[in-house]
RNA sequence: GUGGGCGUAGCUCAGGUGGUAGAGCCCUGGAUUGUGGAUCCAGUUGUCACGGGUUCAAAUCCCGUCGUCCACCCCA
């Protein structure tokens, strides 16, 4: 074979293609029954809103977008995450004179160049939603049990939510004077990644595996919150309690996106290996500003539909199962290719999902195959049929079978499922 | 971007210390001339990832490349 698919991307299909819609089927449902409609963006955006949004120095814009110029010589990017297009079509389209909170999910595909690894793809895809225009801690509650019960109608056993707040331009400042000046004192104790970005981003210390001891001894930011920031959080916390909401508190969580204010949080699952983030989300209460809009606060989340589909537990109700195809219809000699496909035609407008079989393989072949798609139903159509313009249907159930005209077939197979109780 | 394991049939994998490739599943045909899920019989399937080197001889040893998996890192 002389192509293969790019490195760390996928092709879904048949059992693995049927399972993910089954999912996204119940995601949507699920958001829906939220208030939740959905937005469709560009899957590349112009590559400053990724920088503005996503932040310069993060690793995402630093070394992980893919980004080329088009026969203008813009420069465009894969989008390495949805929020940021979300609010700019927010923005672009006037949403926020609407007035009130507008809610949304999205689902795609989303682009980052890592080496692939467990659950971490170069092109992965994201379900997420994003309500934009509140400030309110209910709502960051809001999407926080949206976040979980995406799992729990995917069967999964209750999750755990880390939760912390990583403040806002008014109270992070003052808690990166604080942090650096207690990261001086441990100088030597630190691993030379978290050394150098200590420099640009010390919050994202906390990330770091390797300096867990001097981790615990650093300062949290959430004993340095301003008082909105606190009390947002204190609130937020309260309702999470009284929806009986379960959480914990980490207050070494942190996002690697710059756009995160207040709430941060994330939904781990341990069965995932080194990435083991199922989803994650906060506030970003300064991206529309970043974007260009007015102050406009937001809370959002997004969930890995890779990482969902892998650790997808055993007791998954899965949809029906068997039965996509109610008829196969099963061609015998060589003519008469047109009347199937032409009783095939007629069967489907009564409403019935219909496959055909023209292939000149074996009868037993034909039947196992039929079989094997779940039809319910097998029609065949030979010389002797086709000279009477009759086709013999056979239940597949019962192994009984009688000849019928053409007109008799649609009418007959749901007598028969009745009969079955279906 | 760094490190390690692995690349043999469509799939899962055998192939001690070098001698030109096998099994199961799948697929196809038959036993059953136009009737499935079982059984039995027969058959097809390969640039042994790619490129180079060592050798009379390489799937096997060496080097490189690519892919894959896992970890670092990062994150969904």
Redesign the pocket.
């Given at each position: 074979m002389k192509f293969?698919?790019p490195?760390?991307t996928n092709d879904l299909f048949g059992e693995r293609m049927e399972r993910w819609h089954d999912v996204e089927g119940r995601i949507v449902r699920l958001v829906r029954g939220y208030g939740y409609s959905e937005i469709r963006t560009p899957v590349f955006e112009m590559t400053d809103l990724f920088i503005r949004a996503v932040g310069k120095a993060?690793?995402?814009v630093s070394k992980?977008m893919y980004t080329f110029s088009d026969k203008k010589g813009r420069s465009l990017t894969l989008r390495p995450?949805n929020t940021a297009s979300v609010m700019r079509a927010f923005l672009e389209n006037g949403l926020h004179r609407k007035g009130g909170i507008s809610r949304f999910y999205y689902m795609g595909p989303m682009f980052?160049y890592?080496?692939?690894?467990?659950?971490?793809?170069r092109q992965?895809h994201?379900v997420g939603a994003e309500a934009i225009g509140s400030s309110n801690p209910a709502v960051d509650a809001e999407i926080i049990d949206i976040s979980l019960s995406i799992y729990s109608v995917c069967g999964f056993p209750p999750l755990d939510v880390r939760l912390n707040s990583v403040g806002c331009p008014v109270c992070r400042p003052a808690f990166k004077e604080i942090l650096i000046r207690s990261l001086a004192g441990y100088g030597d104790e630190l691993c030379q990644?978290c050394r150098e970005?200590g420099m640009v981003n010390p919050l994202?210390i906390f990330?770091?595996?390797?300096c867990g001891e001097v981790k615990k001894k650093l300062p949290f930011i959430t004993d340095h919150l301003c008082r909105e920031c606190g009390e947002h959080f204190s609130r937020l916390q309260e309702i999470l309690d009284g929806l009986g909401i379960r959480y914990t508190l980490d207050p070494l969580l942190v996002?690697?996106?710059d756009y995160y204010t207040k709430t941060a949080f994330?939904?781990i699952h341990p069965g995932l290996?080194?990435?083991?983030?199922?989803?994650?989300g906060g506030r970003y209460d300064g991206l529309a500003e970043d974007c260009g809009g007015g102050h406009i606060p937001a809370v959002g989340f997004?969930?890995?539909m890779?990482?969902l589909l892998e650790t997808l537990p055993e007791s998954f109700p899965g949809e029906t199962g068997d039965g996509r195809v109610d008829v196969c219809i099963i061609l015998?000699?060589d003519s008469g290719s047109m009347q199937a496909l032409s009783l095939a035609g007629r069967l489907r407008e009564s409403g019935l999902s219909v496959l055909t079989d023209l292939s000149g393989?074996?009868?037993?072949?034909k039947?196992?195959a039929?079989?094997e798609a779940g039809a319910g139903f097998?029609v065949?159509l030979?010389?002797?049929?086709l000279e009477r313009e009759k086709a013999?249907v056979?239940n597949?159930?019962t192994?009984s079978?009688e000849v019928l005209a053409f007109d008799g077939i649609g009418p007959f197979i749901e007598r028969e499922r009745d009969n079955r109780g279906e």
């Open positions: 293969s698919r490195r760390g993060t690793d995402i992980e995450e980052r890592d080496r692939p690894q467990a659950g971490r793809y992965f994201q990644n970005r994202r990330d770091c595996k390797k996002r690697g996106l994330e939904i290996g080194a990435q083991n983030a199922l989803s994650g997004s969930a890995g890779e990482r015998i000699g393989r074996s009868m037993k072949k039947l196992g039929a079989s097998a065949f030979g010389p002797d049929e013999t056979k597949m159930m192994g079978q």
